[in-house]
């Protein structure tokens, strides 16, 4: 298989250099198009903010690595700060190999993320709209998505929160049942107090309230979001009306005291409610927690349970890289058979060139009545000689598990008869 | 028919045993094949219950309501079809475990002892007396769901809040959600006994020569409906909500039990027919 990939990724290059290579949607198209002027039958681009890569079945035998990495930076324009070495080749089974492991989101920063794997079909799809997506890629493409569903289905790799602020949306939704009719009150405008509300309101969280030292800035928050604004003295009086409060302030004390929270908690009947507090120091006072119906988390809290998802994703690669072993024998037996088939036939037609330029030439030896003879025992003779290797070929390709062996007696093959090429551009056509 | 019942005896425990392992390895472990055949298996074994049933009423030609060990098929099955209903209706399907070992565990004691009765007094063949055991047996087995409810609520409440987030956080259904399956099930419960006990008082005066308002079923009965009476008015004018009245269930629960077990295995009345 003359599959190559070469690319670049968080492993190899930092964000300046990742953000330099990052193509948009036209940008791709536009470099699929001269790609397979150029280099390729068959080729895709994935580009996120964390990869750049590119996957191809060059027209030649051997891709020029190179030349390839050449042609991406200058494509983007991005010589002084891309080199060379940011990029990392694959080829032939390594190449679907690495494909398979972004897909299944072992290869991401954040191990599982559920993100790439609709990234990669995108990419596929820019590269079939852009006419750069042969039977090989197609198929590559199909394994791609399989691997990806049967890893989401059949390991927990893309579960649970890997950051604070989806953790808290997690537990949200593990304490209540419909986010639309809850209500939530940030207290301070900080970046991850902000970011939960963000996610919050993504999850659909009914109505949003906000409290602020700076009414002026919870009122631009509220501008963004919508929502509305409560007093920052009355705070603890909004605590009635809400389900959940996510509090980011900067105080030397705590805000929230447990007095505090027992009156509230008479007041709303003891309704549950949960506390995101990523203040450092803490707002909310830790003894609260123990009172009944009240899920006081803080930052500490939040951080263990991303930390201990993060292990549990990381334990369930084994299953994953079990997963992609099999899709990629799958894959290779079908890239096999692929081969099997044209190289059957190439070995027919060049036996059958022989017999007819040796008839050809020594057909004025015989007599007219005979020539007819001549060529039926001749076209014999060659079958004969075919049937036995024809024969082992095909039961190859129809048993499992005999790839590697199929692929030595291809290329055996191939190399006795001088066969050019492998046998793909017969299928494409 | 005969030969089907004795069958039947056997193999209810069987599936009901199966259905219990195919949710029990679908909640501790991940196997997708088991994910997509447990609820199907679920409601074949509901339906097969059903045939067993009826089976039972035409064979020995009265409703299988006359002693323990006919009740705790119905229970089983009033239990395995209460729980299909949930999982359907929330599509929820994690609880199948805690509640189905129920179902499981009456219906494996009425297979061991059950006996072909052909000789029951007349009146256990009404139809009103139908109704009020129906009634009864709903009840029970309702607040019984309710029960199994508010344990996993606990269960739930405690890793959240102790925040040990293992296969329970993981696999269960939220806090919310149990509690209105607990209390829905428990106000279903509350009015099934209410309708038992207004039929039972009514229609077993006449009938029964020998009745009592003192008999001890009927007060514990009673003694039980105005404890859930009282709870129910305290959730709606109190407001009480969370944990506290996960306990309260809970405690009821463990009365009902008790109540029910002493009162059917040790007091005799003219409730008795066993």
């Not at chain 1, 968080?10 to 536009?30: G, I, K, Q, Y």
């Not at chain 1, 972004?102 to 596929?124: E, H, T, W």
């Not at chain 1, 409560?230 to 389900?243: G, H, N």
């Not at chain 1, 302030?249 to 027992?262: A, M």
Request: net charge neutral; aromatic share 10%; proline share 3%.
């Amino acid at each position: 298989m003359n599959l190559f990939s070469i690319g670049i990724s968080h492993h190899s290059a930092s964000v300046d250099v990742r953000e330099r290579m990052w193509l948009s949607a036209d940008e791709v198209r536009s470099a699929l198009a001269r790609l397979k002027e150029r280099y390729f039958h068959e080729c895709v681009l994935v580009s996120t903010c964390n990869r750049t890569e590119l996957y191809g079945i060059g027209t030649g035998p051997a891709v020029d690595e190179a030349e390839l990495t050449r042609f991406l930076i200058d494509f983007k324009g991005a010589s002084e700060s891309v080199q060379g070495s940011h990029f990392l080749p694959a080829h032939a089974t390594g190449a679907v190999n690495h494909l398979f492991k972004v897909a299944s989101g072992v290869d991401s920063m954040v191990i599982g993320d559920i993100q790439i794997l609709g990234q990669v079909k995108d990419a596929f799809t820019l590269a079939r709209e852009s006419g750069t997506l042969g039977p090989i890629m197609n198929r590559l493409m199909q394994s791609t998505l399989h691997v990806g569903k049967r890893v989401r289905t059949e390991t927990s790799i893309c579960e649970g929160a890997v950051s604070v602020s989806y953790a808290a949306v997690e537990l949200a939704s593990k304490i209540f049942a419909d986010l639309s009719r809850k209500s939530v009150l940030l207290i301070g405008a900080g970046e991850t107090g902000e970011l939960t509300l963000r996610h919050l309101v993504g999850k659909g969280v009914g109505h949003v309230k906000i409290a602020n030292r700076t009414r002026e800035k919870a009122e631009a928050l509220v501008a963004a979001m919508g929502g509305t604004v409560v007093d920052y003295e009355r705070l603890v009086d909004a605590l009635c009306t809400v389900d959940i409060v996510v509090t980011s302030v900067n105080s030397p004390t705590y805000i929230v005291q447990p007095d505090d929270v027992h009156r509230v908690m008479r007041q709303r009947s003891h309704n549950p409610l949960f506390i995101i507090d990523i203040g450092v120091p803490r707002n909310v006072n830790p003894a609260s927690r123990k009172i009944d119906n009240v899920f006081l988390y803080d930052i500490d809290a939040l951080s263990a349970i991303v930390d201990r998802n993060l292990q549990k994703r990381t334990a369930e690669i084994p299953k994953v890289t079990s997963i992609i072993r099999q899709e990629l024998v799958e894959f290779l037996r079908w890239h096999n058979s692929l081969q099997i088939g044209p190289t059957i036939q190439e070995f027919r037609e060049a036996l059958e060139d022989i017999r007819v330029q040796e008839v050809a030439k020594n057909v004025n030896r015989f007599k007219p009545e005979d020539r007819e003879l001549l060529d039926l025992v001749t076209r014999r003779i060659v079958n004969k000689i075919l049937h036995q290797p024809t024969t082992v070929l095909k039961q190859g390709g129809e048993s499992p598990g005999r790839d590697s062996e199929n692929i030595q007696r291809v290329r055996a093959l191939r190399e006795l008869f001088g066969f050019s090429g492998n046998g793909e551009k017969k299928n494409e056509a | 028919m005969q030969s089907d019942i004795g069958f039947l005896v056997i193999f209810m425990p069987v599936l009901y045993a199966a259905i219990l392992l195919a949710y029990g390895l679908s909640f501790f472990g991940s196997f997708p094949t088991i994910d997509r055949i447990k609820t199907p298996l679920l409601i074949g074994t509901v339906l097969v219950h059903c045939v067993y049933l009826a089976l039972r009423t035409l064979a020995f030609d009265h409703p299988p309501i006359t002693n323990l060990f006919e009740i705790m098929t119905v229970l089983a099955a009033a239990i395995a079809v209460g729980y299909t209903y949930i999982e359907l209706r929330t599509k929820a399907s994690t609880t199948g475990f805690f509640i189905l070992s129920m179902a499981f565990g009456f219906q494996t004691v009425s297979s061991l002892f059950i006996r072909n009765q052909y000789d029951i007094p007349a009146y256990l063949r009404s139809m009103v007396l139908g109704f009020h055991v129906s009634a009864a047996l709903l009840g029970y087995t309702a607040i019984s769901l309710s029960a199994a409810y508010g344990f996993l609520y606990l269960m739930l409440y405690h890793e959240i809040k102790s925040s040990r987030f293992g296969l329970i956080y993981n696999r269960l259904p939220n806090l919310e959600m149990l509690e209105t399956m607990s209390h829905r099930a428990e106000v279903f419960g509350f009015v099934a006994l209410g309708i038992a006990i207004v039929i039972g008082v009514l229609w077993l005066p006449r009938v029964f020569r020998e009745f009592s308002y003192w008999d001890p079923k009927l007060v514990g009965t009673l003694v039980i409906w105005c404890l859930y009476a009282a709870e129910l008015s305290a959730k709606k004018r109190l407001g009480w909500q969370g944990r506290k009245t996960m306990i309260i269930s809970l405690v009821a629960f463990g009365f009902v039990f008790l109540s029910m077990t002493v009162i059917n295995l040790y007091l005799s009345g003219f409730h008795s027919f066993h």
